[in-house]
């Protein structure tokens, strides 16, 4: 147990504090004399730096002096991981930014249905054109709806397990183009539970989301299918207080079910005209 | 004292043997970053990197493979259900991993000891026959590296670092105050750390034609 702490800061090193160093390093203090002093490390760089050397001169001695790590501890370790996170530690951690049955309880700002009739109208012109054109209209006019800070559309790549921004509008476009792994991202957690969710500062979660631009304050995402296939999400952020609502959500459903009946019917003309011209 | 405290907390110490070439692998913090999501490629890529320093620190305590591969499985899966028990603030990781995996170690033979005879024997035998009886374990490589060092300080070296016990313990044993031990197991320290500096400056000397 060591006899010192140190409370405050050091200035440079001196024995005291090389001495401290040591027997921390050699496993000398309680668990309790460790917190501390590793409470202190933070603050403090020349105990930092004993530290690192002293672990270093214990490690080199360590390495010098064992046999190899026996081949089959990988597998053992890997078997390990996997079986822990099928038991649950992503739900865990999934479920601190879940916040979907908020939306039942939010009061619900105006909308205008006719706008909302008006966009349809619109997108609708756009299904003798290109799927990429009309995916562009659809995230405007979720944006602009949805009073929202972002807008997107992200489209499931199977083989590559991605979903890519294919469409974006708003504070994160110039994003557009970018990925999320289909295994660990909202879009992917969405399609996963099958129904619309909200999710309240995504990278507490989703770490990468913390290098964006703009922070998500909140992500309202809803999936698209094409019949019974899944296609992507739509989805809206927040970058500032907005929180979203229930009518949002009806909106965004509107949206995503005409994208889901559009691609499909685009689809198919193009696959019928690819067959036509064979 | 000539380390650089600003540095990357995944960067490594300048060690230069053959079988710790994985420890001085850069890992940007974008692994790191992967292992706290969960990601088990970045996983097995610190798997990769620190298996070996693990499983060495705590067999040179245990001398036994079986509990030195337990103790690297446990450090290891702490780490992955806790991630955050690491933080970069305090230090690099293979620091931290070091010191964690001599407490388990010393943790596991301080059991051992409580269920044997051992114990009994520890506490009957002479400090230095103890010491000596370390002695005899370690490679010859080690053994050249403490072999001039003063036997004031190998004693209370060998004590601390390859039996696991505390200062006060070897100060009790040796009938020496607290602070002579605190400061002869620096001293042994810092005489190996120079001994390892002078052995690498000999052999990058070599390696020069």
């Known amino acids: 147990m060591a006899t010192v702490m140190f409370d405050k800061p050091h200035l440079v090193s001196t024995d005291e504090t090389a001495e401290q160093a040591a027997l921390y390093c050699l496993g000398d203090f309680s668990p309790e004399a460790s917190k501390r002093y590793e409470e202190h490390l933070s603050s403090c760089a020349p105990c930092r730096a004993e530290v690192e050397q002293w672990s270093a001169v214990i490690a080199e001695l360590a390495l010098a002096d064992s046999g190899d790590v026996p081949s089959k501890a990988r597998t053992d370790f890997l078997t390990r991981v996997r079986e822990e996170k099928a038991k649950g530690r992503h739900w865990a951690r999934l479920s ?9 309880s939010r009061p619900v700002r105006e909308k205008n249905r006719g706008q909302v009739s008006a966009a349809l109208d619109q997108l609708a012109i756009r299904l003798s054109g290109i799927e990429q054109e009309l995916l562009d209209a659809v995230v405007r006019a979720a944006l602009e709806l949805c009073d929202a800070g972002t807008a997107g559309f992200s489209v499931l790549y199977d083989e590559e397990q991605v979903f890519r921004w294919d469409a974006l509008a708003g504070a994160l476009a110039g994003a557009k183009g970018g990925t999320t792994p289909r295994t660990w991202s909202p879009c992917g957690t969405t399609l996963d539970l099958g129904t619309p969710q909200l999710f309240s500062n995504p990278s507490r979660c989703f770490e990468y989301f913390a290098d964006a631009p703009q922070q998500i304050f909140e992500g309202l995402v809803v999936p698209v299918y094409v019949g019974r296939k899944p296609l ?21 459903q509107t949206f995503a079910d005409f994208c889901g009946t559009a691609v499909g019917i685009m689809r198919g003309r193009h696959a019928k005209q690819d067959s036509d011209a064979k | 004292m000539s380390t650089n405290s600003s540095r990357d907390p995944f960067g490594e110490a300048d060690l230069s043997q053959d079988r710790q070439t ?3 692998l850069p890992m940007d913090s974008d692994v790191w970053r992967r292992f706290k999501l969960g990601d088990e490629q970045a996983a097995a890529d610190l798997y990769d990197r620190y298996s070996q320093l693990i499983y060495s620190v705590a067999h040179q305590v245990l001398r036994d493979p079986g509990t030195s591969e337990d103790v690297l499985q446990e450090v290891f899966l702490q780490l992955w259900r806790v991630p955050d028990a690491f933080d970069p603030a305090k230090g690099t990781l293979a620091a931290w991993l070091t010191v964690v995996s001599r407490r388990r170690a010393i943790d596991r033979l301080r059991k051992r000891r409580a269920e044997t005879d051992v114990a009994d024997l ?5 400090a230095t026959q103890l010491a000596d009886a370390a002695l005899n374990q370690i490679s010859h490589k080690v053994g050249a590296l403490l072999a001039d060092m003063p036997q004031k300080l190998r004693v209370a070296f060998e004590l601390a670092f390859m039996q696991g016990l505390t200062h006060c313990e070897i100060s009790e044993r040796l009938g020496s105050p607290l602070g002579t031990i605190k ?5 042994a320290l810092d005489f190996i750390r120079k001994k390892l500096d002078g052995n690498r400056a000999n052999s990058n000397g070599n390696g020069h034609v």
């Open chain 1, 96 to 104: 601190s930014v879940i916040i979907t049955p908020q939306l039942s």
């Open chain 1, 232 to 252: 992507g999400t739509l989805w809206v952020a927040s970058h500032d207080d907005r929180k979203f609502d229930k009518e949002d959500l009806q909106v965004l």
């Open chain 2, 22 to 24: 994985a420890r001085h």
């Open chain 2, 122 to 126: 520890v506490v009957s035998v002479e």
């Open chain 2, 183 to 187: 400061s002869r197991i620096r001293q």
